[in-house]
C-alpha cells in the first residue's frame, strides 16, 4: 500500500521527522509495485506494473518502512492511527500473484454454442419460417412502394407471393388444428436410434428407394425448366420425361419388393 503524509518542512511520521513523502508497496492503479533504495546515495528505482522503470532521488540514509509488505489491512493505520492515503489497493498475496501473471486470454466460444432450438414439431417450424417470408415480403413490399418510380411494376408479384404465402399458414394452422381435434395421432414411440443409443443404419432397398426418389424430384425440376425455357428446349424434354418415369417406377418396384420380403421373412 503506498502512504502519503504531509510534505510540508517538519511532517511526523511513525519513525520521527519526515524527509520523504511517500511509501511504495505493492499497489494497484498507476504506483510503483517494487521499489529499490541505496541508503548511501539515496537513489530510489521504482518498477510499474506495466514494465515502466523510474529513478528518484532521497535523502541518503535508511527510509524506515519505505517498502510496505502486501497485507489485507493497513498495518500503519492500526500501529499508528488514522493515515492519509493516495489512490491504490492493499492486495493480499495470493491475489498479487494473480495480478502480476502473465495476461492469457480467455478462450474462443462461438456465439451458437449452447444455444437449443425449441422442441417444435413440423408444422409449428413450417408455420415460423412461412411468417418469416411474409416479414420480408412486407419489408420489400414498403422498400418497393417508395423508392423510385421504376419499382412498382415489382409490387405485384411482391405482394402476391407475400399474400400466398400467408394464406398457406393459415390453411396449415387450420388444417392442423382439425387433424387435432378430429383424427389424433397417438403418441409415438421412440426410435431405435434412441433406445439402442446407436446411430440409425438403413438397409440396401431403403437407400436405393431414397437415390431413386431424389433422381425423380431432380427429373421433375429439370422438366418443369425445360418445359418453359425456350422453345429450343422441347426436343429435350422426352428424355428427361422418360428418364424421370423409369426412376419413379423403380422407386416403387423396390419400396414393393422390400415391403414383401420383410412380410415374407416375418411368416
Known sequence: MAHEFSTYEGAIGPEGTRRTSTYYGPVLGGLPISAWHCETCGLLRLTFLDGRKEERRLYPGPQPGMLAAPTSFDPEQVAFGMQARVSGITVPLSMYGELTAPYQPAPFTPPWEGIELPAWGALTWM????????????????????????????????????????????????????????????TLAPSIAMTQRVKTKLDGATRAMVTLLTL??????????????????????????????????????VGLGSAIARRTRGH
Not at 421433375?220 to 424421370?244: D, G, H, K, N, R
Open 216 to 253: 425423380t424430384i431432380v427429373g421433375l425440376f429439370i422438366a418443369a425448366i425445360l418445359a418453359v425455357y425456350t422453345y429450343s428446349t422441347s426436343a429435350a424434354e422426352l428424355p428427361v420425361v422418360v428418364l424421370t418415369s423409369i426412376f419413379a417406377i423403380g422407386a416403387v418396384v
Open 127 to 186: 408455420s415460423v419460417a412461412g411468417l418469416g417470408i411474409v416479414m420480408l415480403g412486407l419489408f420489400i413490399t414498403g422498400v418497393l412502394a417508395v423508392y423510385t418510380y421504376t419499382t412498382p411494376d415489382a409490387l405485384g408479384p411482391v405482394a402476391t407471393i407475400t399474400g400466398l404465402t400467408f394464406l398457406a399458414v393459415l390453411l396449415m394452422q387450420l388444417a392442423g388444428a382439425a387433424q387435432r381435434h378430429w383424427f389424433p395421432f397417438p
